[in-house]
């Protein structure tokens, strides 16, 4: 097939930081502490990690080896893998619904990372040390046009991180994900010391296996482990595209997924110590981010030193994630549309993004806007994603690329837990979604 992508990853370590940061979120940041901590702690922990492994192992290889296949990215990935059934012309359609994903949720989601930025201008000016941190929450969240100027700035920024494509999107995460892990490092090793974090600590790593006859807190562990590996049909096949033949992609998502359950657990050790030290309940979402943490932070010796370190990693924790929304829907339009040069095709993403997302600032608009994308959206391109890879696709022709490159042969052991494991498992997933409203 025609070469459509930007080049490739020039290292195996590029490739996986890129994939880590594409992984890391907010689902680590804020929603992993939140859901550890409401969930059971340990034994929530415990099952996430089960999944964690079962997920990375077949579904996230699947779609790096369906990117690099295809050498291409979603659209492209689609249409391949339904043309060894020989019905490419449904590939071309069923894939539209993944990549609409992507863009749907980079717009709320420049919308939520512009809230961060804002949170980092007032550390580093120090105003965010005086301010009562709900009510100066709700100054910007309530309101209409309230972080325009940051909101631009994210856009852009993350714009021309896309620009060369492969590498300039991989030098960037050479620089943002090992400062992201040493950050969130530096202030777990402060939280350590706080009174009474110990508390916190006993709660993630003592289980209480009483939790698990609830089988919301299995269901819940199994969707966090999912969609944090952004599993979702569609962020992960353009990684794959980019991924020389040389490389294992087992070997490749395995590092993935230690990396990016790494990321959520320095993320919970810094949460949940934290809000345990300071006697606070435990909130997920905006609330634990902008509210309790900031509030935390003041009362901390050289709190505003952390707080500039907390909001400056989750800023780049949230543009490596929309760097690859944005370059998931940038390659797919020029796949479909070849005419397009990638900077029209990406000023057009970013039009788009800032025109649509600007008036779903407040978080009365973009949450909801959120919550739909994951209870209808996502699940489902997620579990078209699944089905196409394990049951459409030649089987011979999806072990192929798994076993280029790869120091292991894999056969039908692989393939079998992939086709009656994982795809079974994102189904439950998707009519949990869709028949209980729930977003993951």
Same mark, same amino acid.
């Given at each position: 097939?025609?070469?459509?992508?930007?080049?490739?990853?020039?290292?195996?370590?590029?490739?996986?930081?890129?994939?880590?940061?594409?992984?890391?979120?907010?689902?680590?940041?804020?929603?992993?502490?939140?859901?550890?901590?409401?969930?059971?702690?340990?034994?929530?922990?415990?099952?996430?990690?089960?999944?964690? /492994?079962?997920?990375?192992?077949?579904?996230?290889?699947?779609?790096?080896?369906?990117?690099?296949?295809?050498? #291409?990215?979603?659209?492209?990935?689609?249409?391949?893998?339904?043309?060894?059934?020989?019905?490419?012309?449904?590939?071309?359609?069923?894939?539209?619904?993944?990549?609409?994903?992507?863009?749907?949720?980079?717009?709320?989601?420049?919308?939520?990372?512009?809230?961060?930025?804002?949170?980092?201008? @007032?550390?580093?000016?120090?105003?965010?040390?005086?301010?009562?941190?709900?009510?100066?929450?709700?100054?910007?969240?309530?309101?209409?046009?309230?972080?325009?100027?940051?909101?631009?700035?994210?856009?852009?920024?993350?714009?021309?991180?896309?620009?060369?494509?492969?590498?300039?999107?991989?030098?960037?995460?050479?620089?943002?994900?090992?400062?992201?892990?040493?950050?969130?490092?530096?202030?777990?090793?402060?939280?350590?010391?706080?009174?009474?974090?110990?508390?916190?600590?006993?709660?993630?790593?003592?289980?209480?296996?009483?939790?698990?006859?609830?089988?919301? /807190?299995?269901?819940?562990?199994?969707? @966090?482990?999912?969609?944090?590996?952004?599993?979702?049909?569609?962020?992960?096949?353009?990684?794959?595209?980019?991924?020389?033949?040389?490389?294992?992609?087992?070997?490749?998502?395995?590092?993935?997924?230690?990396?990016?359950? #790494?990321?959520?657990?320095?993320?919970?050790?810094?949460?949940?110590?934290?809000?345990?030290?300071?006697?606070?309940? @435990?909130?997920?979402?905006?609330?634990?981010?902008? /509210?309790?943490?900031?509030?935390?932070?003041?009362?901390?010796?050289?709190?505003?030193?952390?707080?500039?370190?907390?909001?400056?990693?989750?800023?780049?924790?949230?543009?490596?994630?929309? @760097?690859?929304?944005?370059?998931?829907?940038?390659?797919? /339009?020029?796949?479909?549309?070849?005419?397009?040069?990638?900077?029209?095709?990406?000023?057009?993403?970013?039009?788009?993004?800032?025109?649509?997302?600007?008036?779903?600032?407040?978080?009365?608009?973009?949450?909801?806007?959120?919550?739909?994308?994951?209870?209808?959206?996502?699940?489902?391109?997620?579990?078209?994603?699944?089905?196409?890879?394990?049951?459409?696709?030649?089987?011979?022709?999806?072990?192929?690329?798994?076993?280029?490159?790869?120091?292991?042969?894999?056969?039908?052991?692989?393939?079998?837990?992939?086709?009656?494991?994982?795809?079974?498992?994102?189904?439950?997933?998707?009519?949990?979604?869709?028949?209980?409203?729930?977003?993951?």
């Amino acid at each position: 097939m025609e070469n459509n992508t930007q080049g490739k990853f020039k290292s195996k370590w590029g490739f996986i930081l890129t994939a880590v940061g594409s992984a890391v979120g907010m689902a680590n940041v804020w929603g992993f502490p939140y859901k550890l901590t409401d969930n059971g702690g340990a034994a929530f922990l415990a099952v996430y990690l089960i999944f964690i /492994v079962i997920f990375a192992y077949v579904g996230l290889s699947a779609e790096y080896a369906i990117g690099r296949r295809a050498n #291409t990215g979603t659209l492209g990935a689609y249409e391949y893998a339904w043309k060894t059934r020989g019905m490419g012309n449904v590939g071309k359609i069923v894939g539209w619904l993944p990549l609409a994903g992507s863009m749907l949720i980079a717009i709320g989601y420049a919308c939520i990372i512009s809230y961060v930025l804002k949170a980092l201008v @007032q550390s580093i000016d120090g105003s965010l040390m005086g301010v009562d941190t709900g009510t100066w929450f709700e100054s910007f969240a309530l309101t209409e046009f309230s972080v325009v100027p940051f909101h631009i700035a994210i856009v852009v920024i993350t714009l021309l991180t896309c620009i060369t494509g492969a590498d300039s999107i991989e030098k960037a995460n050479k620089f943002m994900m090992p400062l992201f892990f040493v950050l969130f490092v530096i202030l777990a090793i402060r939280v350590a010391f706080l009174p009474n974090a110990f508390a916190g600590y006993e709660f993630l790593f003592k289980p209480d296996w009483s939790h698990l006859k609830d089988p919301s /807190v299995i269901v819940g562990a199994m969707g @966090q482990a999912f969609f944090s590996l952004s599993i979702t049909g569609s962020g992960m096949i353009v990684c794959g595209a980019y991924l020389e033949k040389k490389e294992d992609i087992i070997d490749g998502a395995k590092k993935t997924g230690i990396f990016d359950t #790494t990321a959520a657990m320095v993320a919970a050790l810094v949460m949940v110590p934290a809000v345990f030290s300071f006697g606070m309940e @435990q909130e997920g979402g905006p609330g634990l981010l902008f /509210v309790t943490l900031p509030r935390i932070l003041q009362d901390m010796p050289g709190g505003r030193l952390f707080a500039i370190a907390l909001f400056l990693a989750v800023t780049f924790g949230g543009i490596s994630s929309l @760097q690859n929304m944005f370059e998931v829907v940038a390659e797919s /339009v020029m796949y479909r549309f070849p005419k397009l040069s990638r900077k029209v095709t990406l000023l057009i993403l970013g039009i788009i993004t800032f025109g649509v997302g600007v008036f779903r600032e407040p978080i009365f608009k973009w949450g909801p806007w959120m919550d739909i994308i994951s209870i209808y959206i996502i699940p489902l391109g997620a579990t078209i994603g699944a089905i196409s890879w394990f049951w459409v696709m030649k089987k011979d022709e999806l072990l192929d690329e798994i076993n280029t490159g790869s120091k292991k042969k894999y056969g039908d052991t692989w393939h079998n837990i992939g086709r009656f494991i994982y795809v079974p498992l994102s189904i439950v997933l998707c009519a949990v979604a869709l028949i209980f409203k729930v977003a993951f």
